[in-house]
């Protein structure tokens, strides 16, 4: 008996090197499915009305726009095989291949388009995002209800060409017809949903490669997306679908990926190394700047002179010699990774535009406190009274790693002032709620633009911005503002320096690091678009040993 045994367990041996699939046996690409994870619901899957960055991942995976987003975010072919510019006229014809058809299987058209940009542009669908095409012809004045909707430059020309003319150039158009906003829309469907369209996954018709499952969406829990069978474009997807749970972030990224939670997720340097550990895939981009903003509609810190003063009392090198980890110098507002045209625009205009350190800079704050940055508000000398300065307190994250930059920022300001300054540590969450509201005097807060071009950080600062981190409204940077939106990135860059010179100068924002941000996947050829916070899952593979 004892031979026998020795024969089978010889025999089991063999069988296993030479058969080592039955150990663990691989999973077509095409029989895959990625699995993802959002915070939050999305509010709407209407490409004309979403803002938010869930809403964004899933149109951006179930449409395709005239043009679609490469790797490098480059604008290549999408619902259009090809066009053409017309550089003198302003117009742009754009091609639609003839075999293009929506999830249901109906042929879509450039009619399609012309009502989807219709949708965008009128005033009432209310759309935020309509903003970002304005460069269509009399789009903002039909947003504004100053001219009638067929005064739009979009027009069918015939089922399968359309045609754009423009009311400036810019050189990112045809990247922005890849946008959601820019999504096509049929008409009779739309009005079919009775207010509800992109609600509910019945109430979603789109033309991308992927499509919500017939019971795909359980609101707060899930989106499922399955490959659209009727998909005809270039960009055929690789799995079989994408599973989208909405639920909390995961405790260990890198944890939940290799026990298959999740095929990749968006995070911080805190789950760097342990990815890299663990031979995952890692991403990076750098798109955020952190800085102190000033509550400029507060009594003090409104005082020109005095912000001034107190960023020139900030010795660099001492407040940044210990950064958190993953982030890197900078005294530029506008991030690296902005492009003014095909280049970046730091390449472009060089760095190092911010407020230096001054041995001046206590008789310059003593002086600002003496009387009012406008003197010819005041008609007689007695009128002039000294400025009570208040104890400083600064609104910063509760994270670790950033109170050491907070601590050296109070020491030089205590010695400053001659008092002792402040903190606040607090979530993210609740900076950015503060921060908004005006709740805070001083805060170290972050720039997100939400676009690749240099105007998308400095139009944060404008009197019409929502996230206004300094609540700064002034009628001269607002007019430099509209000046370059009204050109194109490669021909208002002069004044792009100008906007950004005038927010140092005045001590709206003084930049201290940009923090990178990462991806981490244990997956292949996922493409990431950083500023909206997006996820090309077409091509996505899982990686199998």
């Given at each position: 008996?004892?031979?026998?045994?020795?024969?089978?367990?010889?025999?089991?041996?063999?069988?296993?090197?030479?058969?080592?699939?039955?150990?663990?046996?691989?999973?077509?690409?095409?029989?895959?499915?990625?699995?993802?994870?959002?915070?939050?619901?999305?509010?709407?899957?209407?490409?004309?009305?979403?803002?938010?960055?869930?809403?964004?991942?899933?149109?951006?995976?179930?449409?395709?726009?005239?043009?679609?987003?490469?790797?490098?975010?480059?604008?290549?072919?999408?619902?259009?095989?090809?066009?053409?510019?017309?550089?003198?006229?302003?117009?742009?014809?754009?091609?639609?291949?003839?075999?293009?058809?929506?999830?249901?299987?109906?042929?879509?058209?450039?009619?399609?388009?012309?009502?989807?940009?219709?949708?965008?542009?009128?005033?009432?669908?209310?759309?935020?995002?309509?903003?970002?095409?304005?460069?269509?012809?009399?789009?903002?004045?039909?947003?504004?209800?100053?001219?009638?909707?067929?005064?739009?430059?979009?027009?069918?020309?015939n089922e399968n060409t359309l045609k754009i003319k423009l009311e400036y150039l810019d050189p990112q158009?045809?990247?922005?017809?890849?946008?959601?906003?820019?999504?096509?829309?049929?008409?009779?469907?739309?009005?079919?949903?009775?207010?509800?369209?992109?609600?509910?996954?019945?109430?979603?018709?789109?033309?991308?490669?992927?499509?919500?499952?017939?019971?795909?969406?359980?609101?707060?829990?899930?989106?499922?997306?399955?490959?659209?069978?009727?998909?005809?474009?270039?960009?055929?997807?690789?799995?079989?679908?994408?599973?989208?749970?909405?639920?909390?972030?995961?405790?260990?990224?890198?944890?939940?990926?290799?026990?298959?939670?999740?095929?990749?997720?968006?995070?911080?340097?805190?789950?760097?190394?342990?990815?890299?550990?663990?031979?995952?895939?890692?991403?990076?981009?750098?798109?955020?700047?952190?800085?102190?903003?000033?509550?400029?509609?507060?009594?003090?810190?409104?005082?020109?002179?005095?912000?001034?003063?107190?960023?020139?009392?900030?010795?660099?090198?001492?407040?940044?010699?210990d950064l958190p980890e993953g982030c890197r110098l900078t005294e530029d507002i506008v991030p690296e990774?902005?492009?003014?045209?095909?280049?970046?625009?730091?390449?472009?205009?060089?760095?190092?535009?911010?407020?230096?350190?001054?041995?001046?800079?206590?008789?310059?704050?003593?002086?600002?406190?003496?009387?009012?940055?406008?003197?010819?508000?005041?008609?007689?000398?007695?009128?002039?009274?000294?400025?009570?300065?208040?104890?400083?307190?600064?609104?910063?994250?509760?994270?670790?790693?950033?109170?050491?930059?907070?601590?050296?920022?109070?020491?030089?300001?205590?010695?400053?002032?001659?008092?002792?300054?402040?903190?606040?540590?607090?979530?993210?969450?609740?900076?950015?709620?503060?921060?908004?509201?005006?709740?805070?005097?001083?805060?170290?807060?972050?720039?997100?633009?939400?676009?690749?071009?240099?105007?998308?950080?400095?139009?944060?600062?404008?009197?019409?911005?929502?996230?206004?981190?300094?609540?700064?409204?002034?009628?001269?940077?607002?007019?430099?503002?509209a000046d370059i939106l009204a050109k194109p990135d490669s021909t208002a860059v002069d004044k792009m320096?100008?906007?950004?010179?005038?927010?140092?100068?005045?001590?709206?924002?003084?930049?201290?690091?940009?923090?990178?941000?990462?991806?981490?996947?244990?997956?292949?050829?996922?493409?990431?678009?950083?500023?909206?916070?997006?996820?090309?899952?077409?091509?996505?593979?899982?990686?199998?040993?």
């Amino acid at each position: 008996m004892g031979c026998l045994k020795i024969l089978t367990v010889m025999i089991l041996c063999i069988s296993i090197m030479i058969f080592p699939s039955c150990q663990k046996k691989s999973v077509s690409p095409s029989e895959q499915t990625i699995y993802y994870r959002v915070t939050d619901e999305p509010v709407t899957l209407d490409p004309q009305i979403a803002d938010d960055n869930p809403s964004r991942l899933v149109i951006m995976n179930i449409f395709e726009g005239l043009t679609r987003l490469d790797e490098n975010d480059n604008a290549v072919e999408g619902v259009a095989d090809r066009w053409k510019a017309d550089i003198s006229k302003m117009e742009y014809t754009f091609h639609i291949r003839d075999t293009a058809k929506w999830s249901d299987g109906s042929k879509l058209t450039a009619q399609d388009f012309v009502y989807g940009f219709q949708r965008l542009f009128s005033s009432k669908t209310g759309s935020s995002t309509a903003k970002e095409l304005f460069c269509i012809r009399n789009s903002e004045k039909i947003r504004n209800d100053k001219l009638d909707m067929s005064e739009l430059g979009v027009y069918a020309e015939n089922e399968n060409t359309l045609k754009i003319k423009l009311e400036y150039l810019d050189p990112q158009f045809t990247a922005l017809l890849a946008e959601p906003c820019a999504m096509p829309c049929k008409k009779d469907f739309f009005e079919s949903t009775g207010g509800q369209y992109g609600l509910e996954a019945d109430k979603i018709l789109s033309n991308g490669c992927f499509r919500v499952g017939d019971n795909g969406w359980k609101h707060e829990k899930y989106i499922d997306l399955v490959k659209n069978i009727n998909y005809s474009g270039k960009n055929k997807p690789v799995p079989k679908g994408v599973s989208i749970e909405i639920s909390e972030s995961p405790e260990n990224v890198s944890s939940a990926i290799l026990n298959g939670e999740i095929d990749c997720y968006q995070t911080d340097m805190s789950e760097y190394e342990q990815a890299k550990k663990n031979k995952l895939n890692v991403t990076s981009f750098s798109d955020t700047v952190w800085g102190i903003a000033f509550n400029t509609q507060s009594e003090v810190f409104g005082n020109k002179e005095i912000r001034v003063a107190m960023l020139k009392a900030l010795d660099r090198k001492k407040i940044l010699a210990d950064l958190p980890e993953g982030c890197r110098l900078t005294e530029d507002i506008v991030p690296e990774t902005a492009k003014a045209g095909t280049v970046t625009y730091r390449e472009f205009v060089g760095r190092g535009m911010g407020l230096q350190f001054s041995e001046n800079a206590q008789a310059e704050f003593e002086k600002a406190l003496e009387k009012p940055e406008h003197e010819d508000e005041y008609d007689y000398w007695y009128d002039y009274e000294e400025i009570e300065f208040p104890v400083l307190n600064i609104l910063c994250t509760d994270e670790e790693e950033i109170q050491g930059v907070v601590n050296g920022m109070i020491r030089e300001w205590n010695q400053l002032t001659g008092d002792y300054a402040n903190k606040t540590p607090v979530s993210r969450e609740e900076l950015e709620k503060r921060v908004l509201s005006g709740e805070y005097d001083i805060a170290i807060v972050p720039l997100k633009p939400d676009g690749a071009s240099p105007v998308d950080t400095l139009k944060l600062f404008s009197g019409s911005s929502e996230y206004n981190v300094s609540h700064f409204h002034d009628e001269k940077y607002d007019k430099i503002i509209a000046d370059i939106l009204a050109k194109p990135d490669s021909t208002a860059v002069d004044k792009m320096v100008q906007a950004e010179k005038y927010l140092h100068e005045n001590g709206i924002f003084y930049p201290l690091y940009t923090e990178d941000r990462y991806y981490i996947s244990g997956v292949k050829n996922i493409i990431f678009h950083p500023y909206g916070a997006e996820a090309d899952f077409s091509s996505a593979e899982k990686i199998q040993d």
